[in-house]
């Protein structure tokens, strides 16, 4: 981690912050990190000088007192307090602070407003794996930030995972996919579980190898490079047992559910963002 990103606020520590904070707190040099939740600290956090936790039910001036000096500020809270959370802690903000919104659905535009004119906004949308440094993470920087915004937004997200700057207009339809996706697949996991167990297989073999089974073939996907349609063709012998599951699943329409799901997730971040 840089000396830009030394001091690290958290505003709102949950799942998504929370995740980011996580991966940050294992770095070596760590970061001071200052985290602010409704309640308790983080369990991950047990044991670790560098990271602080302050209640803001137990001191209302948790969130202004975090950014004291901070060289980046995290803004975690739900989409529909996000921007009442800006305006609180605008005046607070250090001078060339880096202010990271991880909300869905909230536009630059409605942050920028309440926050000091040319601040270096960013709006983010990560996924939880970030926490593992496996995760993605998509960035619209805001009209008007410092020149070395987005520099400062890879750096400070490279030990996470991947990370793509997009147009904003981009961002809800990357949350869709790539932000809620681990629970699409988690989702998958459930049912293929329930599917082995249905065919003889004990929950214990199927807990251990669904999972197994998913990582083995995405790591193959990545280290040979190749489109996943090939792969699928290699794996599909004609007239076989793959062949009669795929049929199965073009019958029961798994990709227009999947395309439905996107479809819903992304209509959703949209409404959220207009509160």
Do not use: C
């Amino acid at each position: 981690m840089s000396s830009h990103h030394r001091v690290i606020a958290v505003l709102g520590a949950g799942n998504m912050a929370g995740a980011l904070a996580q991966r940050w707190a294992s770095l070596d040099p760590a970061p001071e990190l200052r985290l602010t939740t409704g309640s308790s600290r983080p369990a991950w956090a047990d044991g670790l000088t560098h990271v602080s936790h302050v209640p803001v039910a137990d001191v209302p001036s948790a969130n202004v007192d975090a950014v004291a000096e901070a060289d980046v500020v995290v803004l975690g809270v739900k989409p529909h307090a996000i921007v009442a959370l800006a305006g609180e802690i605008a005046d607070a903000l250090a001078p060339g602070a880096l202010v990271v919104s991880v909300a869905g659905g909230v536009r630059l535009a409605d942050l920028a407003s309440v926050l000091p004119a040319g601040a270096a906004l960013v709006r983010t949308m990560p996924n939880t794996p970030v926490a593992v440094g496996r995760g993605v993470t998509a960035f619209a920087v805001a009209p008007g930030a410092p020149a070395g915004t987005n520099a400062r937004v890879h750096e400070l997200f490279a030990p996470t995972g991947a990370v793509e700057e997009l147009d904003e207009d981009l961002i809800d339809a990357f949350s869709a996919v790539v932000g809620s996706g681990p629970a699409y697949v988690y989702a998958v996991i459930e049912a293929m579980r329930e599917a082995a167990v249905s065919q003889g297989l004990s929950p214990e073999q199927a807990a251990r190898m669904v999972p197994a089974m998913i990582g083995g073939a995405v790591a193959y996907l990545e280290s040979t490079g190749r489109e996943p349609g090939d792969l699928r063709v290699e794996v599909t012998s004609p007239g076989g047992s793959t062949a009669a599951a795929l049929g199965a699943f073009v019958e029961h329409g798994l990709a227009e559910a999947l395309a439905a799901g996107v479809g819903a997730a992304t209509a959703r971040a949209r409404e959220l963002g207009r509160g």
